[in-house]
């Protein structure tokens, strides 16, 4: 199986900071690959610093290629211990300074290793799986209008553009118990992943998302054209996209 990925991040075109924070870990010689996006909360600046520091905690639990919890059990409750610690970081940061309290941040992070994808996942940063023509969000979002589609108080259409879609019932530096939600996919040759903040899916649907990200011959190329499409679609957000190619 072979792995090749692009990414890219925006500030978009209103928003004055970008407060998105991304990393790829490439651990290949050791049998896995890390993907994670973060989506920051709380303010300029403070968002920036909840989702950053999310990320570095990602980057030096996995950085030195040499923990890989190489089973199922193990790579669950690795992932789980790994978003406890980022959210007790995060509320301990906040703790400590006034100034920055309440500030979170979304996680959404993809351990691959030999033909899994272990998704681990809080707030509504999305990680989607392109399969042929099928297009299925791996994720579900923790969110106000989220609960309203599920309890059938609203369609899924009007969620698109109801005026409470950035409401997050769940994140990481908000409460000191969390649970973040687990999956775990076999992968096929010739899927894509792409993990996403909700600049891109605020802006984009899923078939536009699948045409620009399951056509383009490159996964960077593709990256941009996603990046690019989300901001002349209006670009109100951060946008950040990771697109991972399995051949």
Known sequence: MQISYGTGTSRGRVREQNED???????RQNGFMVFAVADGM???????LASKTAVDIVESTFGSCDKNPNTIKNIRESLFSLFNRINIEIINQSNEKESI???GTTM?????????????HIGDSRIYLLRGSEVIQL???????????????????????HPDKNIITK?????MEIQADFCREHLRKGDRLLLCSDGLTNELDDEEISRIAGTDETPASAAGKLLEKANESGGRDNVTVLLVYID
């Not at 994720?139 to 553009?161: C, F, M, P, W």
């Not at 994140?171 to 409460?175: R, V």
Request: aromatic share 8%; net charge negative; charged share 25%.
């Open 21 to 27: 924070s991304f990393t790829v870990i490439d651990c």
């Open 42 to 48: 709380g303010g300029m600046d403070f968002g920036d």
């Open 101 to 103: 309290a309440g500030m």
């Open 108 to 120: 959404s992070l993809c351990f691959i290793e030999n033909e899994w994808v272990n998704i681990a």
């Open 139 to 161: 994720t579900k979002d923790h969110s106000y209008v989220e609960n309203l589609v599920d309890t059938g108080r609203i369609t899924r259409e009007q969620a698109r553009n």
């Open 171 to 175: 994140a990481l530096g908000i409460d």
